[in-house]
């Protein structure tokens, strides 16, 4: 195993959306992060330097603005979540969106469905 390890940034990062990254970005080789005095990717052989300078320059063009708003975005759909549950106890089940009928049976639910539910139960208004 192979790894590039990185000093934290001042501010929170959202470790979900950088692993989603680099899942579509740091190549197949790409095998998970973990997270403890520095944050450390790793991969199964040593990553190309294309892959190292693309890492370097995702990592330093992460903002505290743009972390904060990734962070605000999974409060409102969560809360456009909680919502639509709440309005299921008293919805027609025959005009349910796809994404209420996942709620309804209680099976995992993707970021789209959430967004989906947020267009539909905005938060905030």
Do not use: C
Not at 72 to 90: C, F, G, I, M, Q
């Amino acid at each position: 195993m192979h790894s590039i390890a990185k000093n934290w940034h001042e501010f929170r990062v959202h470790l979900s959306s950088l692993n989603d990254w680099l899942l579509a970005n740091a190549g197949e080789g790409y095998k998970g992060m973990s997270a403890d005095s520095k944050i450390t990717f790793w991969f199964e052989e040593e990553p190309t330097a294309e892959v190292v300078i693309a890492i370097d320059a995702y990592w330093d063009s992460l903002t505290e603005e743009g972390e904060a708003a990734k962070f605000a975005l999974d409060a409102e759909r969560e809360a456009a979540v909680l919502e639509a549950r709440d309005a299921l106890l008293t919805a027609d089940l025959t005009t349910l969106t796809v994404a209420e009928r996942k709620l309804f049976m209680n099976m995992p639910i993707t970021d789209e469905d959430r967004d989906a539910l947020l267009a539909k139960y905005p938060q905030g208004e």
